[in-house]
């Protein structure tokens, strides 16, 4: 039994390209600092006296910076190689840092926030872009799903530290956050010093018919799937402000003790992500998408009814099995719909569909708990994951025009 287990992983790892291997590990290093935004509305509501209202707004302009920095890092990624845009966002984010954690008026953090939202973000698509260009078209799924291994083990360190970091001084997680970025960027800069380790992106010097391909804004089925995306993501940025604040008003929950929280999420990735989407390499992916959907916003939804430790333990295991079924195959279904003189614009819209719930969450998710509490909230949750459900089973039975994956549907 031990060697089929054994067996299992080996194959979930094999033939994933060496670049796919470098991206990840430059991917690893900066999550492993990832310290800032989990603990970002605790830091304003208890430090610097914002409401849990201020807090939202707060994150908000960051979704707001979030939505211009995929458009701008679509644009540039279809223009330059999308490893320049990492590099460069890594930089300039690692110094952000560094800056915000030294400012105290509401107005300075507003804008600093925003301005390091626009360059922190241009990372997500520049990476998505990357990973498409590096990764065999049949093993897309896990070489997407092997980066998001390398963000949650990050993450698996930076916000359990970052909660024992806060509880001593919130200041450290600014520096840790910071420093993390730029050691990033500076690796990736060395691990790619050979051209050709990734596929170039179409110069700029090329005829705009060939830099363009065809608008995504014009595939109804791939803007009907961001939509959806959209919908959960308003899920998942409410652990980054109310999920906080409701592990700490209705548990009781010290900031260390939030921390690993979080942390059983990304353990629980780390160790099964990999294996569980190669195992479903024969699935019709949309009908997973529903499935993942539906219990990442239930596992939320569950949060009110328990009251121990050992409850919220299962309500993450619960939204976790539902985030493995959900962000590796939706971007890998992105990739696969997008041609290669357009990806980076269908990874900036798919982003923007992230960006723009981090503008709505916060302020529709702390508007709902001050106002009706936690409960209604995260019932609320559970209500969308049921729309999500609907909607990615209805887009499984739409006509797809884009080439199957390693998840592709199953014949009918």
Not at 231 to 251: C, E, H, K
Not at 267 to 278: K, Y
């Amino acid at each position: 039994m031990l060697r089929s287990i054994a067996a299992s992983y080996r194959e979930a790892y094999s033939g994933i390209t060496r670049p796919v291997w470098l991206l990840s590990i430059a991917t690893l290093v900066n999550r492993s600092g990832t310290m800032v935004l989990p603990f970002l509305a605790l830091y304003l509501n208890e430090e610097l006296g914002f409401t849990p209202a201020e807090a939202g707004q707060t994150l908000a302009l960051y979704g707001l910076g979030g939505m211009a920095a995929s458009f701008l890092a679509g644009w540039l990624c279809d223009r330059f190689d999308p490893r320049r845009v990492m590099t460069w966002s890594l930089a300039l984010t690692g110094v952000g840092f560094l800056v915000v954690g030294h400012l105290r008026g509401r107005l300075a953090i507003s804008l600093a926030v925003m301005v390091l939202s626009v360059v922190g973000e241009a990372f997500r698509p520049a990476n998505s872009a990357a990973l498409a260009a590096a990764s065999d078209p049949a093993k897309r799924v896990r070489s997407f799903a092997l980066n998001r291994l390398a963000v949650n083990l990050g993450m698996t360190l930076g916000p359990a530290v970052g909660g024992f970091l806060a509880a001593y001084d919130y200041g450290w997680l600014f520096k840790a956050d910071g420093i993390t970025c730029l050691l990033a960027a500076g690796l990736l800069r060395f691990s790619f010093r050979e051209a050709g380790t990734v596929e170039e992106a179409a110069p700029a010097e090329q005829p705009p018919a060939a830099l363009s391909g065809p608008s995504p804004w014009r595939d109804r089925h791939f803007l009907t799937l961001l939509v959806l995306i959209f919908l959960i993501a308003t899920v998942v940025f409410q652990v980054m402000g109310t999920y906080p604040l409701s592990l700490r008003d209705l548990y009781g929950f010290s900031e260390a003790r939030i921390g690993l929280v979080l942390a059983i999420n990304t353990f629980l990735i780390v160790l099964f992500e990999m294996v569980l989407v190669h195992s479903l390499a024969d699935r019709d992916p949309y009908k997973l998408l529903g499935v993942g959907g539906f219990l990442f916003c239930a596992g939320f939804a569950l949060l009110p009814l328990g009251s121990s430790f050992a409850y919220v333990a299962f309500t993450v295991a619960v939204w976790s099995v539902g985030e493995m079924l959900t962000f590796p195959i939706s971007v890998a279904v992105v990739a696969d719909r997008a041609a290669e003189a357009n990806r980076g614009r269908y990874m900036g819209l798919y982003n923007l569909a992230f960006a723009t719930a981090f503008v709505v969450a916060p302020l529709l998710g702390t508007w709902i708990y001050q106002s009706f509490g936690p409960r209604a909230l995260w019932y609320g949750c559970g209500a969308i994951g049921v729309v999500v459900w609907i909607g990615f089973y209805a887009l499984s039975t739409a006509d797809r025009s884009s080439p199957g994956s390693e998840i592709t549907p199953r014949a009918a």
